[in-house]
Antibody, heavy 119, light 107 residues
Framework: EVQLLESGGGSVQPGGSLTLSCVAS????????MNWVRQAPGKGLEWVSS????????YYADSVKGRFTISRDNSKNTLYLQMRILRAEDTAIYYC????????????WGQGALVTVSS | EIVLTQSPLTLSLSPGEKATLSCRAS??????LAWYQQKPGQAPRLLIY???NRATGIPARFSGSGSGTDFTLTISSLEPEDFALYYC?????????FGQGTRLEIK
């Protein structure tokens, strides 16, 4: 069964840091383009970041560029999102998702990890 | 960035009726458009990719059409489990963008 399981969410003060993890199983993780997509409470979906299978190419939304870092450890089938200088507007559920080996649509998705930035 | 505008924002229909959801792009995305369904408390689920291809396990009552800037998701006969939020998404150009969503509610 294909599965993505996020962890590492929680509450943090503005200016703080947090790292999310996403463990994959049931597919060839090292081949797939992996991604983070977030959803603020009651709002729509926002793409955050993508990373190629070999970690060679990364992409970021302007809203997080310079503050967030996406990375992966293919030996552990794990995707990461290091988040620094967090702001209230970063409060959201963060989903990891695969785009397959060929930059396709987002499928599958994890269940999400809630990040709350508040003083 | 490519802006995706979905309409209507809310669609009120009864089970058994046909639903037609629209997604318009601010510039051509060729056929690189996907549709997702999201139910409360759940992650989004891929329904349609490349404008008209059903994802694995998606019932035949869901269909997608369009190319360029205008796209449609059609649900031929609504089942109770189809009442949810629907998003379109383009992957033609960075950044990847989503529409604001259409809420399909029971009339």
């Amino acid at each position: 069964e294909v599965q993505l399981l996020e962890s590492g969410g929680g509450s943090v003060q503005p200016g703080g840091s947090l790292t999310l993890s996403c463990v994959a199983s049931g597919f060839t993780f090292s081949s797939d383009v992996m991604n983070w997509v977030r959803q603020a409470p009651g709002k729509g979906l926002e793409w955050v970041s993508s990373i190629r299978g070999d970690s060679g190419t990364t992409y970021y939304a302007d809203s997080v560029k310079g503050r967030f870092t996406i990375s992966r450890d293919n030996s552990k089938n794990t995707l990461y999102l290091q988040m620094r200088i967090l702001r209230a507007e970063d409060t959201a559920i963060y989903y990891c998702a695969s785009r397959g080996p060929n930059w396709g649509p987002f499928d599958p998705w994890g269940q999400g990890a809630l990040v709350t930035v508040s003083s | 960035e490519i802006v995706l505008t979905q309409s209507p924002l809310t669609l009120s229909l009864s089970p058994g009726e046909k639903a037609t959801l629209s997604c318009r792009a601010s510039q051509s995305v060729t056929n690189q458009l996907a549709w997702y369904q999201q139910k409360p408390g759940q992650a989004p689920r891929l329904l349609i990719y490349d404008a008209s291809n059903r994802a694995t396990g998606i019932p035949a009552r869901f269909s997608g059409s369009g190319s360029g800037t205008d796209f449609t998701l059609t649900i031929s006969s609504l089942e109770p489990e189809d009442f949810a939020l629907y998003y379109c998404q383009q992957r033609s150009k960075w950044p990847i963008t989503f529409g604001q969503g259409t809420r399909l509610e029971i009339k």
